[in-house]
C-alpha cells in the first residue's frame, strides 16, 4: 500500500456559465488528489489526515471512500475544513486559500506516527507535499515524522509550493532541503525548482537535489515533458497533444502514476528506487504522463482509471 500524508481541502472552483459567476465547490488538496488517483491507478491507498467533523470534512471522507481509499486511520477534528478558491487563468489555477485554525494543519507527529502504526501491514511507501509543509504546527509534525520513518519504507515528496503561503522562505528552504535529504523520490515542476534555486537549470537544480541525499529526482515541465534523474542515468519522456481543459490536480496525478508504476513493477523499494533502469524510468515516466494528461482533459481534479493508462501504454 501507499500512503498519502497531508492537506485534504474544498477547492471551489469558478465558473462564470450563463454569465453567472459563481464558485462550484469540490475535494481536493495535493495529498488527498494523490491518494484518489492511486486508487484509480490500482495501488492499495490510505490516506492519513486530521479532517473536520464540519458538512466539508464529511464531503471529503465520502469522497474517499467512495474511491476505495482506506480511511482507517483518519483522525477527526471539531476544527474546520481547510478551504480553497481557484480560478482557471491561461488553463492554470490561481488559489487563495483559507486555512486559520483549520483541521489538517493540527496533525502531529505523535498522531501520525499512531495512525500508521495501526494499519494492518507495512505501507510500501509514504507520500507528502504540498501546503501541509508550510502550515504550522502541522507541517513541523508531518517533517519531524518523516525524519523519524522506519528507514525501509520508501518515502516521496513533492513540494508543490504555494509562495503566497510561504511566510518565512528562509525557513521554508531550511525545511525543505532537511526533507530532500531524507526522502527517497522528489518529484517537482520546473516552476518549483526554479522558485528553489533560481539560478541554475533544470539539470542543476536536480543534481542539487540529489546531493542533499535524495535517490531519484523527477522534474516536470509542463507540456515540454518529463525528466528523470539519478545517480546513474537520465531519461526523459515528452507529453502529447491533448485538448486541455485545465491543470488541477495533474500534478498531483503524475505522482500518483509515478508511484503506481514503480509499486506495480516492484521498484518501489529504497534499495531498488536509485538502481531503476533506463528503460524502467522511461516507462514509468510515461505511465505518469499519461495519468496526468487524462486529468487535464476534464475539469477539476478528476484522475482517469488505470485501464486507460494502459490503453495510452500500448
Not at 454569465?19 to 484509480?40: D, E, H, Q, Y
Not at 476544527?79 to 478558491?85: D, I
Not at 532541503?177 to 526522502?183: D, K, P, T
Not at 522511461?282 to 475539469?299: D, I, M, V, W, Y
Amino acid at each position: 500500500m501507499i500512503i498519502s500524508l497531508g492537506e485534504a481541502l474544498i477547492d471551489f472552483i469558478y465558473t462564470d456559465k450563463g454569465g453567472n459567476p459563481s464558485f462550484i465547490p469540490a475535494p481536493g488538496g495535493s495529498p488527498f488528489n494523490t491518494a484518489i488517483a492511486l486508487r484509480r491507478l490500482d495501488v492499495p491507498a490510505v490516506f492519513i489526515s486530521k479532517l473536520s467533523r464540519d458538512l466539508f470534512g464529511t464531503m471529503l471522507v465520502n469522497h474517499l471512500e467512495n474511491n476505495h481509499v482506506d480511511t482507517s486511520v483518519l483522525l477527526r477534528s471539531d476544527a474546520p475544513t481547510t478551504l480553497a478558491f481557484a480560478k482557471i487563468v491561461n488553463h492554470k489555477a490561481e488559489y487563495a486559500f483559507y486555512t486559520n485554525g483549520s483541521a489538517d494543519r493540527s496533525i502531529t507527529a505523535e498522531e501520525i506516527s499512531s495512525a500508521v502504526s495501526s494499519l494492518a501491514s507495512k505501507p510500501a511507501c509514504i507520500q507528502i507535499g504540498s501546503i501541509s509543509l508550510a502550515l504550522e504546527p502541522g507541517a513541523e509534525g508531518i517533517h519531524d515524522f518523516m525524519l523519524q520513518r522506519d528507514s525501509s519504507v520508501t518515502a516521496s515528496f513533492d513540494p508543490n509550493i504555494r509562495p503566497s503561503m510561504v511566510a518565512d522562505k528562509n525557513r521554508y528552504m531550511t525545511r525543505l532541503e532537511s526533507l530532500f535529504s531524507s526522502v527517497d523520490i522528489v518529484k517537482i515542476s520546473d516552476e518549483d525548482l526554479a522558485w528553489i534555486y533560481p539560478d541554475g537549470d533544470i539539470k542543476k537544480g536536480a543534481e542539487t537535489i540529489l546531493s542533499l541525499g535524495s535517490k531519484v529526482c523527477v522534474v516536470t515541465h509542463g507540456i515540454k515533458g518529463s525528466y528523470w534523474f539519478s545517480s546513474h542515468i537520465e531519461a526523459f519522456a515528452p507529453t502529447n497533444p491533448i485538448q486541455v481543459a485545465d491543470t488541477i490536480g495533474a500534478g498531483d496525478t503524475f505522482h500518483a502514476g509515478l508511484l503506481a508504476y514503480l509499486y506495480r513493477e516492484g521498484l518501489l523499494g529504497p534499495r531498488d528506487i536509485g538502481e531503476v533502469s533506463q528503460e524502467h524510468a522511461q516507462r514509468a515516466l510515461t505511465f505518469a504522463t499519461h495519468a496526468a494528461e487524462g486529468t487535464c482533459q476534464k475539469q477539476g481534479a478528476d484522475p482517469p482509471g488505470i485501464d486507460y493508462v494502459l490503453n495510452m501504454m500500448n
